[in-house]
């Protein structure tokens, strides 16, 4: 995550509960209160005000757990996926083992339908699932006969959804009949038999799902199944970020920071920012950190310095998540890893040449695929302290590419090989947690793994870079290696996203005068690569 821009994090909470702003062309409030939450079985019991302490102590107590949510994934045998041709089956299969990571509970079983033709043991099994399924999702089938099979066996499911599959099958949300789309989204209108209420909030949810799954990433693709669970199954806590909080976000605004949001509305690149991100989807990260790249300013700094991190008006929380656990790498070079050869491992080249390493591929959508990204790890002139500076370019909306540049304080973990990194960047604090998975002995590539959160944004993340002297790929000798390092992060090697490192012209690199580099680890001369 050399990049790691924190740009998007905060400023997507910004697109979906201050549209209200009175930014020009935008004079009605909205808000994108389709994720709300939905009752349980919980809202039945007394309230706490109606009964005494000893009453609600023992009805909580006797408070099942929740059932599981029971999804079903029947996927066309040997369809191939857009995530670098990998079939949809494996990525379906990947995909359940990364919803345990947000709740154990969220239990995704996955089917060919090649067992609809051909294994009558299978099919029976699939039979027996459909009956217990909360959600059913169908990905690239085609078949006639697996069509006519999934249409006899799935009417009893309230939420069918359909992906990359023939028209013939219907998609289902809450119950209610949804059409397909012919391309590109994988719906249609709502049916005019749903009551209003229900076809607003599943137009919205469709949007959503829709323009998730068309960005063709393990993420969203997991992202996809929650917003379908928070909306008709239980509430998802990661998702509660994505609920509008009304007027109180406004007040809260104007009596605490009414001079920032003046200026930012008085400045033509700030309010551009604004009006830019309203036209982004609120999950498209990507999206929403372009529109900050392209009008960035110090008036949309100080906004979200004083609406989201001093006087958090949007009400949010966000913690650095714990899963998936990541071991660090324990020897390098055949001795134990500790806390300063590892910190020399992120200084990596800096010395040798102008840069640490730079990034190959990532495994973050929103933040680990921009173009020419340096990292930069060094000693501060004070006793211990560390720094990282990431410098990348971005690809501004009138196609021009802009060099950027953050720096974050990067602190020791418990465990030698893992560090705590923290960055204001756009006026928001960020915190990670970064595990240095594995480095090989001659310093030809590097794996590095992270889990954050913008607390004051709502945002939590995780991500991995795959890191090398000159951006290249490890040679095909050290596949297996970097394979299984990935495997420790459990990332699949489809779901990198190569980094474009071809015009990579003047970065804006350097360290300040005073800094210290390796303190025990000896780095080899490259005798290659100018900048």
């Known amino acids: 995550m050399s990049v790691k821009v924190h740009a998007p994090r905060f400023l997507t909470p910004v697109h979906t509960r201050i549209g209200f702003l009175p930014v020009p062309n935008k004079p009605k409030f909205f808000g994108t209160s389709f994720l709300r939450r939905h009752a349980t079985s919980r809202s039945l019991l007394p309230h706490p005000l109606h009964a005494s302490p000893a009453v609600v102590s023992a009805v909580t107590a006797e408070q099942p757990p929740e059932p599981p949510v029971r999804m079903l994934a029947v996927v066309g045998h040997g369809a191939v996926s857009p995530l670098k041709s990998a079939l949809w089956q ?3 299969l990947h995909t359940a083992e990364r919803l345990k990571w947000v709740d154990e509970g ?22 027996s699932e459909l009956l217990k399924a909360d959600i059913l999702v169908i990905v690239a089938v085609t078949g006639k006969e697996s069509i006519e099979w999934i249409k006899i066996h799935s009417r009893t499911i309230q939420n069918v959804i359909c992906f990359d599959s023939t028209t013939d099958l219907k998609n289902k949300l809450g119950g209610y009949e949804v059409h397909n789309q012919v391309k590109g989204s994988i719906f249609g209108k709502v049916l005019g038999n749903s009551q209003s209420d229900k076809t ?10 829709s323009e998730a799954w068309d960005r063709h990433s393990s993420d969203d693709i997991r992202f996809c199944l929650l917003v379908l669970i928070n909306a008709y199954i239980r509430p998802v806590p990661v998702l509660k970020n994505l609920r509008a909080k009304g ?36 999950v498209d990260q990507v999206c929403n950190y372009r529109c900050i ?13 004083c609406v989201l991190q001093k006087n958090n008006c949007l009400e949010l929380e966000a913690e650095v998540p714990n899963k998936p656990y990541v071991p660090p790498m324990v020897k390098f070079r055949g001795q134990d890893i500790n806390y300063e050869m590892a910190e020399d491992l992120f200084v990596g080249w800096l010395g040798n040449l102008q840069w640490s390493w730079r990034v190959v591929a990532g495994q973050n959508p929103a933040y680990d695929q921009f173009p020419c990204q340096y990292q930069l790890f060094y000693r501060g002139k004070a006793k211990g302290s560390f720094w990282y500076e990431p410098v990348f370019q971005v690809k501004t909306l009138e196609g021009q590419m802009v060099w950027r540049r953050r ?32 480095v090989a002995d001659d310093l030809s590539w590097g794996l590095f793994h992270y889990h954050g959160a913008a607390r004051a944004a709502g945002q939590s993340y995780t991500g991995a870079v795959l890191v090398s002297p000159d951006g290249a790929f490890p040679n095909e000798r050290e596949r297996t290696k970097v394979v299984a390092a990935l495997q420790k992060c459990g990332i699949k090697e489809w779901e990198l996203y190569n ?3 071809c015009s990579c012209i003047d970065p804006p690199l350097g360290i300040p005068d005073g800094s210290n580099l390796h303190s025990t680890v000896q780095i080899e001369d490259p005798n290659r690569m100018p900048v």
């Open 106 to 127: 969220y239990e995704l079983l996955v089917f060919s339908d090649e067992c609809i033709q051909s294994d009558q043991q299978k099919a029976l099994r699939l039979q």
């Open 293 to 305: 790249a392209s009008y960035e300013s110090a008036n949309l700094e100080a906004f979200s310095l």
């Open 247 to 282: 007027f109180s976000t406004l007040k809260c605004m104007l009596r605490n920071c009414g001079r920032q949001v003046l200026n930012c509305l008085l400045d033509p690149n700030c309010r551009k920012a604004l009006q830019c991100l309203n036209r982004c989807s609120p």
């Open 499 to 501: 980094v474009d490192n």
């Open 200 to 209: 607003g909030e599943s137009s919205k949810v469709v949007q959503t799902v």
């Open 90 to 92: 494996e990525v379906m």
């Open 407 to 438: 720096r974050y304080r990067v602190k020791r973990g418990k465990i030698p090989g893992t560090f705590h990194f923290s960055v204001l960047d756009n006026g928001v604090v960020s915190n990670e947690y970064w595990t240095i998975v594995e």
